[in-house]
């Protein structure tokens, strides 16, 4: 009776801590424990239930998915419901699956897939005549949240399939590329903003966004593998159904595995276990499928998961090294970023001998410590992070981190602002600063100067050539050509790169002169609204707020940053330099052009990409909008257009094709 108490006990607190655990990984997107600990509680979970069947309840975390359905979106239920799968650890385990399988079918012969396990948001795809007409969460299971908008905002998804069935679920993954991830946590650094602990988390908390504007800034794509309802002729096995998705135009796995036995699938994992890395997604395992769909209709399923599928998971890639320093990083906007100095170790593919820690209350909520023996990982298979320090083999000798109250660049002052996390150099003079300026400032998302690169960067700022940004426009060929490995043609097509770029419009400026909180979107608004340098530097903070997708952070910001001495002198000797500070932007000061006065939306496929059009429509003195509203005067539709095209018409609003856009707006 005692052992039974104590069983109940420990199943009551296990249910608590794995729901609360569920709660923060699908509802917050910020997990408290790894996978391995959750499986570990859960598996603990399950065999305390096995012992005691009777404590077995419908809710138990053992009987369901763990997800729950968002109230801030609308909640629709699954035709077929999305189960998860089984997991494992062992490959001893694996082999019990496939005998499993082999005794619950004993005469088949029974073939299997290995597929990678992408490491992301759970998704299901409703298609109706070929048309997308819902995108779900996976949910509890059973019903999840519509987030359709969200959905068509990643291009790799078509709205319209051709030749598709009457009605189909198809599941799959979103995720967010590993590069994008490594690039918004390298913008989130140079904030001084919290880093996103990986990709599956950030995809999570992008596809809760409200509103689809921001989710189609963060560059999400999904990868699909699996199917719910299916009203037409199925395929036979996984391979054709892969194939199928295919043919609709659907990304499927980069790679599928053929196996018979228990040992060509291990053979097959631990093959897929070695290239993993090289693939855009992150992966945490392999999943081992029946491939032949009757099979898998023969073997069912339990009220949790299919018994004809597994998933492997592989044991994250830690290495063990020793930080030999912490050194100090500072960004283009003076932010200084504590960066540690690690023995050489190689993990997930390459070898790692730094890895940043990102600010200072990391450091000492870590308690890393110079000196320290650590654990390394990468994060979402790319940023190599310190992920535990290894506290019983401290000497006493190790050194606590403390951040510098002087620039290890120019010796200038730091400071944090109240409230913030960063810290930062006030220095504006300052050489580190000033290379990410330049930089950021020559990049082609900003001013696109041709040559102008971290390398070249480096050496004019040594040579002493350019000690801040409006000094690129005063380069001669003489000094550039005294320059290492420089030569004339070198020299020529980084001057022409320079003269191009006085032409650029006015947001690209904006954009390039590295504003803190000021991206690209902001900066075609901000264009838009006023036009010139000049009224954008006289708006008050209350008329920026005016502007759409300005928000008080942002104002405040830029109302700093005009109100800075050294910006007056930066700007007047921009402006002599002969740059564009949107008087020259065409039809900006004026409004003037074909298309004066009328707002525009754009959806669907079109044959050039978006951006493009939307700036030969702005030069054209018309405006673009996100989302069509009675204000709008135009939607230009492409091809698979979808609820856009929809709303437009309910509200009168004029639809034109890209054929017909180019009458009005002819290009050259």
Known sequence: MADFEKAKSRVLELTHELERHNRLYYEKAAPGITDQEFDALLRELREIEGKHPELVSPDSPTQKVGGTVLAAFEQVRHLVPMQSLDNTYSEEELGDFVRRLQKLLPEAVIPLTVEPKVDGVAISLLYENGKLVRAATRGDGTAGDDVTENIKTIRSIPLQLSGAPARMEIRGEVYLPKKLFAKINEERDEQGLPAFANPRNTAAGSLKQLDSRLVAKRGLEALFYGFGAFEGTLPRTQNEFVALLREFGLPGPDKLWQAQTADEA?????????????????????????????????????????????????????????????????????????????????????????????????????????????????????????????????????????????????????????????????????????????????????????????????????????????????????????????????????????????????????????????????????AEKFRTMDALKNASEEELQTTEDIGEVMAHSLRQWFGNPKVDELLEKLRAAGLNC???????????????????????????????????????????????????????????????????????????????????????
């Open 582 to 668: 949107g008087e020259r932007d065409e039809h900006a000061a004026s409004g003037d052009g074909p298309l004066k006065g009328t707002t525009w939306v754009l959806t669907g496929a079109l044959s050039v990409p978006r951006d493009e059009i939307a700036d030969e429509i702005r030069q054209a003195g018309g405006t673009v909008s996100g989302s069509v509203s009675k204000k709008t005067t135009y939607l230009l539709a492409g091809e698979d257009a979808g609820s856009k095209l929809d709303k437009a018409r309910k509200l009168g609003v004029k639809i034109l094709s890209e054929a017909e856009f180019l009458v009005l707006v002819p290009k050259g």
């Open 266 to 526: 291990l053979a097959a994992i631990r093959e897929l276990g070695k290239i993993r890395h090289d693939f855009p997604y992150e992966t945490d395992g392999a999943v081992l499928k029946v491939d032949v769909l009757a099979q898998r209709e023969q073997l069912g399923s339990t009220s949790k998961a299919p018994r004809w599928a597994i998933a492997y998971k592989y044991e994250p890639e830690r290495a063990r090294t020793r930080l030999r320093d912490i050194t100090i990083q500072v960004g283009r906007t003076g932010v200084l970023t504590p960066v540690a100095e690690l023995e050489p170790v190689f993990v997930s593919g390459s070898r790692v001998s730094r890895a940043t820690l990102h600010n200072e209350e990391e450091v000492h909520r870590k308690d890393i410590r110079i000196g320290d023996h650590v654990l390394i990982e990468k994060a979402g298979e790319v940023i190599p992070a310190v992920v535990g320090v290894l506290t019983e083999e401290r000497t006493g000798d190790e050194i606590i981190f403390a951040m510098p109250d002087r620039c290890p660049s120019c010796g200038g002052p730091v400071s944090r602002e109240e409230g913030q996390v960063a810290v930062r150099c006030t220095n504006p003079s300052c050489e580190a600063q000033l290379r990410r300026r330049l930089e950021h400032f020559a990049s082609r998302g900003a001013m696109d100067i041709d040559g102008l690169g971290e390398s070249m960067v480096g050496q004019l700022v040594d040579a002493g050539l350019v000690s801040e940004i409006a000094g690129i426009y005063g380069l001669e060929k003489e000094a550039l050509l005294a320059l290492e490995r420089m030569g004339e043609k070198s020299a020529t097509n980084l001057l022409a790169g320079i003269a191009a770029s006085r032409e650029r419009p006015l947001w690209r400026l904006l954009f390039g002169l590295g504003i803190l909180h000021v991206g690209t979107t902001a900066a075609r608004k901000l």
